[in-house]
């Protein structure tokens, strides 16, 4: 606001036309601009018609009609004119009428005759401290609505009289009106978080004491019982003397703020998935863990986790499906963990946390203030134990299983990345020994470890560099002695290591995802194998060829190994494919349609290591296979009778019964052979009748015709070369 003259419309109401006439003359020389009314009445008509727009107003008192004092009063009952400066022309210079006038709600009086000079001067004035009240008014307003936005509110404390006053926000803010008052900032206090009462009292000590302004984010309990998340500045206010009067500050509501923030950092810590603690979280947690265990001389066990097949579980029942099970297996970990009374946990974490998944189906659990190793064994057998109970999904019972691996500090680790490298090398070790196990770290496995990256390493280059070969063995009927086919078996021509037999490179292939191109190899090879065979005039045999789970997972595979055989110019029909019987049951109505597609285009399809898988009957009876070849497992001790016999025995009947062909592996003596026979299983395949033969060997029994004895030879050297790598 400046002194500047600021046009004004000015509405004079006087019903004496000559005084009219001179003050409009006078206020229009000084610059405003004046609108006339010549009783009450039209006074209030002309305002009305204006919209209330005028500046200010020149109202005489004594008029006939209605006088100045019921127009002055009318105006000010509208809510637009409680700030529209009113100035009332009184003849009557008695305290009475100007008393009255103000009562009315006149801003000032004019006495009359009126002094044309200072008119206009009490007129500007009058102008300037009313603009200047409006500008107090809007930025009251604005203030009042900024702190609304913002949540925040202002309070302060006198010290003289002990009062306590706060703006409305505040007040809105705590939820609470007794807020006002003396003695305040005690019961206001008592409402403070009591983990942040101490920081709170100590800041305002500080403050009343010495001056010292604070800032300081605190939680408080508002009328509701809700807790409520606050930012707080505040100061002091000296005299002229120095000595603190007063002390003043800013309350902001930043609940939401921090709610928004926790949520931002749970999202950031835990896994979207399962809510768990994410990898990042849980190496922070694992970090402080082991600090403190370092400080108090414990131990704790950090255990790793893997599902098994939950790749092949995931490709066949689809992701969503997956994302399912991992929330299911997700709360079964947590649930095992929490109800475990062997942990003694720390009160900061909470018992979820201890528990993170770290990757697709990979979960890690740290185990704190663990006294003896087997009480680890202990809980990652209870983890494996809920892992496997039966889960009902989609109306059908599926079983998963999981490995573990655990490594101990101070034991085998001292650093986070040491201790879950170790657990993870653990967990190999585990994976190894079949589903559902748990191996503990040792050195061994570290230097296992690392000749497995190795490794791993080469076999990604030996299919390129073709140091893969295939092995033959005979599949002989056992009656006549002539080879009905003949099972195609990889080996690896290591540059290192010599011959490698599947054994020693399979699993791996599986772990590091080459299992696939290792079997289109096999397959390729086997089909070029043939055609060369048939090309040189040699008796075709069929050839099996093994086909892994991941292989038959995909989703095209019918047509690609079609593609496959057809570019080598061999049919499909010389070439059977051998499948394990655990892979065909994690989904077996999609087992079905994929079977059916291979046999439509021309493979013959048989169930390896048959007999120690989870087939269920009404499966097998509608899985379009042709072969069942019986485990080694049940054909070892066959010629005893026994429990062992009678399984043998009762394949070979599921097979007549269904209509398949059943063959026995692992003969090995001449009394299997004959029970086996005599028992209507004629096709068989064995040491008996032949180890897996070379190439050029098995081109030779090709050659001749492919008859075998079936007596026990010993091996040749080079067969036992072969088969005892
Ligand atoms: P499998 O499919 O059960 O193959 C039969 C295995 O039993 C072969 O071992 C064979 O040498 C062995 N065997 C045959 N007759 C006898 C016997 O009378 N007594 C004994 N004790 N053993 C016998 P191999 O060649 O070491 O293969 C082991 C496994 O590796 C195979 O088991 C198969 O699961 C896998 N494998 C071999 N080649 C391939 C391949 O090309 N692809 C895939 N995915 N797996 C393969
Ligand atoms: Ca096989
Ligand atoms: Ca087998």
Redesign the pocket.
Known sequence: MDSAPQVGRLLLVDDDAMLRMLAAESLRHAGFEVSEADCGEAGLRACQENEFDFDLLLLDVMMPGIDGYTVCATLRRDPRNKWLPIVMLTGLDDSDSIERAYAVGATDFVTKPINWTLLSHRVRYALRTSRAIAEVTRSQASLAQAQRQARMGNWQWSLSDARFSCSDELQRIFGDLELAGPGTPERFLGRVQATDKEAVDIARQALLRDGTAYRLSYAMQSQDGKLIEVLEQAQAVRNAAGRIVRIEGVTQDISERMQAKRRIQHLTMHDGLTGLANRQFFTELVKVELARARRTQRSCALLHLDLDHFKSINDAFGDTAGDRLLCEIAERLKSSVRASDLLALHPPMRPAETVARIDGDAFTVLLIDVCFANHAALVAERLLEAISRPLLFDGRELVLTAGIGIALFPRDADSVETLGRHAEQALYVAKRAGPAHCRFFDEDMNTAASAKLQMENELRHAIGNGELRL?F?PKVDAGSGRMSGA????RWQHPRLGLL???QF?ALAEECGL?VA??DW?LAAAARHLKRWSAAGLDPVRIS????SPSFLQDDIAEKLADAVHRTGVSPQQVVL?LTESLLMVDAERTIVRLHNLRDRGFSLSL??FGTGYSSLSYLQRFPIDELKID?AFVTNVARGGKDAAIALSIIELGRQFGMRVVA????TREQADFLLAHGCAIQ????FS??LALERFEAVLAAGGRFEGRQTPASAADRAE?TL
Do not use: M
Not at 487 to 490: G, I, K, P, Q, R
Not at 545 to 548: D, E, I, Q, S, T
């Open positions: 092995h063995q099972e195609a078996l990889v037999a599947p054994g399979i299992i290792l079997g096999v060829v093994n086909l892994a051998e390896d290591d080694r592996e692992g003969i090995e395949q064995g040491f008996l180890r897996p088969t």
